[in-house]
């Protein structure tokens, strides 16, 4: 996910933007946006995100505060993936400086490469082992961004594992996203 702009982008200061009728304007605003992006879907999409589902998502969008948590927990998961890529990157590493240990101590050339294959055996084992557990950890963060935006109220958001429940959401935060970068000016 990118990075989202201000998100202040989507409403202008103004007294008059808790008056009933200035959040009706931004909610008729919000549902076309929303219905515009739905469009845009493979068909197998479209049909799975409800126009009731876009007029909920418009009306937990009134506030910019979802903006915000939105920003929030893009931050955090640019973090995580970079501290799992890190850490999956020390494990292939500490394989390579004990490999060239390993060259460095042992003249037999035929001794060499049998200890080599057992390394390259035992390192194809832990990086497996490394992957699986920094797959689990994502798949914690998955769950815990949809209780976060579940718990705020956001609809279409639920701790689920159905990946095409998720592929969902993923579509539910672009639309987020995009229309966070997006400005309401509601005398238009």
């Given at each position: 996910m990118d990075s989202i702009a201000s998100s202040s982008c989507i409403t202008e200061t103004n007294p008059d933007e808790l008056s009933p009728e200035f959040l009706q304007r931004k909610l008729y605003f919000l549902v076309d946006k929303l219905k515009s992006m739905q469009n845009q879907l493979p068909e197998i999409y479209q049909s799975r995100i409800s126009y009731e589902l876009l007029t909920e998502l418009a009306n937990s969008l009134l506030n910019d505060t979802i903006f915000e948590i939105v920003k929030g927990l893009m931050e955090i998961q640019h973090v995580t993936e970079k501290h799992l890529f890190q850490l999956r990157e020390q494990v292939q590493?500490?394989?390579?400086?004990?490999?060239?240990?390993?060259?460095?101590?042992?003249?037999?050339?035929?001794?060499?490469?049998?200890?080599?294959?057992?390394?390259?055996?035992?390192?194809?084992?832990?990086?497996?082992?490394?992957?699986?557990?920094?797959?689990?950890?994502?798949?914690?963060?998955?769950?815990?961004?949809?209780?976060?935006?579940?718990?705020?109220?956001?609809?279409?958001?639920?701790?689920?594992?159905?990946?095409?429940?998720?592929?969902?959401?993923?579509?539910?935060?672009?639309?987020?996203?995009?229309?966070?970068?997006?400005?309401?000016?509601?005398?238009?």
């Amino acid at each position: 996910m990118d990075s989202i702009a201000s998100s202040s982008c989507i409403t202008e200061t103004n007294p008059d933007e808790l008056s009933p009728e200035f959040l009706q304007r931004k909610l008729y605003f919000l549902v076309d946006k929303l219905k515009s992006m739905q469009n845009q879907l493979p068909e197998i999409y479209q049909s799975r995100i409800s126009y009731e589902l876009l007029t909920e998502l418009a009306n937990s969008l009134l506030n910019d505060t979802i903006f915000e948590i939105v920003k929030g927990l893009m931050e955090i998961q640019h973090v995580t993936e970079k501290h799992l890529f890190q850490l999956r990157e020390q494990v292939q590493n500490e394989y390579e400086i004990e490999v060239q240990e390993w060259i460095s101590k042992i003249t037999d050339q035929e001794e060499l490469q049998h200890i080599l294959q057992l390394m390259k055996i035992k390192h194809t084992k832990k990086m497996k082992e490394t992957d699986m557990k920094l797959i689990a950890l994502l798949d914690q963060k998955v769950k815990d961004q949809q209780l976060t935006l579940h718990k705020a109220g956001v609809a279409g958001f639920y701790v689920t594992d159905n990946p095409k429940e998720i592929k969902i959401q993923m579509f539910l935060l672009d639309f987020i996203l995009r229309l966070s970068r997006i400005k309401f000016e509601p005398n238009k």
